[in-house]
């Protein structure tokens, strides 16, 4: 992996042309090392306790992750993991993309299920960073970024799926926020134990939206 990224990527000169003050080949072969032993010591090991134990759910409906995997994800964000690539105006580090997806890659090689959790809350990142207002970034990205919480995205109902243009749920405007009414199923780590708060990314419309996918919008819950 360090191979392509400087042979083929040329990390080096990506670093030196562009904005990433604090990344040199030395932090990217550190950030490397480190990030392969914490896939091979504790995220790999948990991986078939996960398969064998599963989750588990009370009647409240609060969730218990299988043995290791709070643990693990507590080491994760610890490391500050979570934030590599993002930026340091919300507590990112500022690494180069390239190098946070080699790191992304020995979490899902050593343990896949346990891997979706941080890449789904890096997709609710990346949307909030493109889409949302300067104060919902401000009171989202930090915690997110940081991995004390996580997120999700919520598409998939019982008879929209892959047509996503025929989802159902509803978002009414009251006030200054947005009454969701509908039925989301498939939510990749919906709800779990690892983090204080789970941010959910909801697809819905809203009363005057028009039919199909041009009239689907996003909502954070």
């Known amino acids: ?33 480190a990030a392969g032993k914490l896939a091979k010591e504790e995220i790999e090991p948990i991986n078939k306790p996960g398969d064998s134990e599963g989750l588990k759910i009370d009647g409240s409906g609060r969730v218990t992750t299988a043995t290791g995997f709070k643990e693990a ?10 934030s590599l690539q993002f930026s340091p105006s919300y507590g990112g580090q500022g690494i180069p993309f390239v190098v946070a997806a ?30 949302a207002s300067e104060e919902l970034k401000q009171r989202y990205l930090p915690q997110l970024i940081s991995g004390e919480w996580s ?35 498939y939510i ?13 990314l909801v697809l819905a419309r809203l009363p005057d939206a028009p039919e199909g996918i041009k009239g689907i919008s996003l909502f954070l819950v």
């Not at 990390?11 to 990217?28: H, P």
């Not at 994800?73 to 979570?82: D, K």
């Not at 995205?153 to 009251?174: F, I, Q, Y």
């Not at 990749?188 to 959910?200: C, P, V």
């Open 151 to 185: 997120g999700t995205m919520n598409l998939t109902e019982g008879d929209a799926g892959t047509d996503v243009g025929s989802l159902k749920t509803r978002a009414t405007p009251n006030g200054d926020h947005y009454l969701i009414r509908g039925q989301k199923i």
């Open 1 to 33: 992996m360090g191979f392509v990224l400087k042979e083929v990527v040329e990390i080096e000169k990506l670093c030196n042309e562009t904005d990433y003050d604090n990344s040199t080949v030395d932090i990217i072969d550190t950030v490397l090392d």
């Open 102 to 131: 080699s790191v992304q890659e020995m979490w899902h090689s050593a343990n896949m299920s346990w891997g979706l959790c941080p890449l789904l809350t890096q997709g609710a990142v990346e949307a909030i960073t493109l889409n």
């Open 73 to 82: 994800y507590r080491h994760f964000v610890e490391g500050g993991w979570g």
């Open 188 to 200: 990749t780590w919906g709800e779990h134990d690892m983090t204080e708060n789970i941010i959910h």
